[in-house]
């Protein structure tokens, strides 16, 4: 049995834009899985398609539960394959991308279409498709709703990646990070903390001093 996942995004970009941005993705705050990536092939075919693939090494965090049924020295890190084709006349570029590392524990293979939103040539649709496998006697299912939840996180930063890196191309300032947000609020209650206990001191050392009178 396979999971499958369908999803549509829309990107406020043109396809141009997008395109560029494709190649440019890698690094962005939500892309920090991604280790290294590398061009194993490229060409361009007499139809003036450019067909590429790369090598991605990401990554390979498994659930916790998982750990004492999966081998002690598996890998950290996982390596991924991308194919990509664009087409300038149609105006799409499509990415199949699979898993190579672990593949007998959890498949994931991903297929993209990234064209012309119809409603607005200005945007850029994005349909996304995904089938999670895996064969492990007994934990298959559970492997796969795993790696469906994780699939669908990814995607939520894959999106967050690309308008990162779209609006530093358009000399925009991109949207703060999670982890920008993150530290702002954490600076803001260690702020308050230690007012609270500075306040408390001041207090204290009001009350001792109103003692030492009466």
């Excluded at 061009?39 to 693939?53: A, G």
């Excluded at 990234?114 to 298959?140: C, H, M, Q």
């Amino acid at each position: 049995m396979v999971k499958y996942f369908l999803g549509l995004s829309v990107l406020k970009s043109s396809w141009d834009q997008v395109f560029v941005a494709f190649w440019q993705r890698y690094p962005n705050p939500y892309s920090k899985h991604v280790l290294t990536e590398d061009i194993l092939f490229r060409e361009v075919t007499p139809d003036n398609r450019l067909i590429s693939r790369r090598l991605l090494t990401k990554t390979n965090r498994a659930p916790r539960w998982t750990e004492k049924y999966l081998p002690s020295n598996m890998a950290r890190s996982a390596y991924v394959i991308e194919d990509s084709i664009v087409d300038p006349q149609s105006r799409t570029l499509t990415t199949f991308t699979w898993n190579i590392s672990h593949a007998r524990y959890m498949a994931v293979e991903e297929r993209c279409v990234y064209g012309v939103n119809p409603d607005n040539n200005s945007w850029t649709e994005i349909k996304r498709e995904a089938w999670i496998s895996s064969n492990l006697f007994g934990l298959s299912r559970a492997l796969q709703e795993f790696g469906l939840a994780r699939f669908k996180s990814s995607v939520t930063k894959t999106m967050k990646g690309f308008e990162f890196i779209l609006a530093k191309m358009q000399g925009g300032t991109p949207s703060r990070t999670l982890a920008e947000t993150a530290k702002e609020a954490t600076d803001k209650v260690k702020e308050t903390a230690l007012a609270a206990t500075e306040k408390a001191k001041d207090l204290a050392s009001q009350a001792q001093k109103k003692q030492q009178y009466v």
